[in-house]
């Protein structure tokens, strides 16, 4: 989130930046604006301090959507290649249980717009949903990554990397295309 970070680990073959602020802080545009990687643009409501106390929305689809499209749009004002771009939509940062469904429900909504980055793997809205712990998140993870690339997620990011790629294997030979 900051760009002199975003620079350095340029500087040593970053091949994407995940930047949770949204490449909002001054300079960050400049700071990725030369190199060829990979950029995602994430939304969060709120400061890593502050965003789980009493997230509301209006309609949160429709807020987190405006803002991507705007950061998207700012990207491309600073000379920023869209087959660079993709999108999180920031599932826990800043959202209820009740925001991350609606978000999850309306993720091809979401890809319309650009690739997206869903990062499920573990995340409390599983918890909540199966009253796993987070050591015992390993099935809900991977199902939920299925279901999200089903729903047009492009990039799925998993602590269980193999077990995800196995499932993820399983199933577009099985059924899924």
């Not at 500087?11 to 030369?34: K, L, Q, S, Y």
């Not at 047009?152 to 269980?160: F, K, L, M, N, Q």
């Amino acid at each position: 989130m900051k760009p002199e970070v975003m620079a350095a680990v340029l500087d040593a073959g970053a091949d994407m930046i995940n930047d949770v602020h949204g490449f909002e802080a001054p300079g960050a545009w400049d700071a990725v604006a030369e190199s060829d990687c990979g950029l995602c643009v994430m939304h969060m409501r709120g400061t890593p301090r502050t965003m789980q106390t009493e997230p509301v929305y209006a309609d949160v689809v429709a807020e987190v959507s405006a803002y991507l499209r705007q950061r998207l749009d700012a990207a491309r004002a600073a000379g920023i290649r869209a087959d660079r771009l993709c999108i999180d939509p920031g599932f826990g940062f800043g959202k209820t249980l009740a925001h991350n469904l609606a978000l999850f429900k309306n993720l091809d909504r979401l890809a319309d717009m650009a690739p997206v980055l869903v990062g499920l793997s573990r995340k409390s809205m599983l918890g909540a949903l199966t009253g796993r712990q987070t050591a015992d998140r390993l099935l809900p993870s991977v199902l939920a990554a299925l279901l999200a690339i089903r729903r047009g997620a492009t990039i799925v990011r998993a602590h269980d990397a193999r077990e995800t790629v196995d499932a993820i294997k399983l199933w577009r030979e099985l059924g899924e295309t």
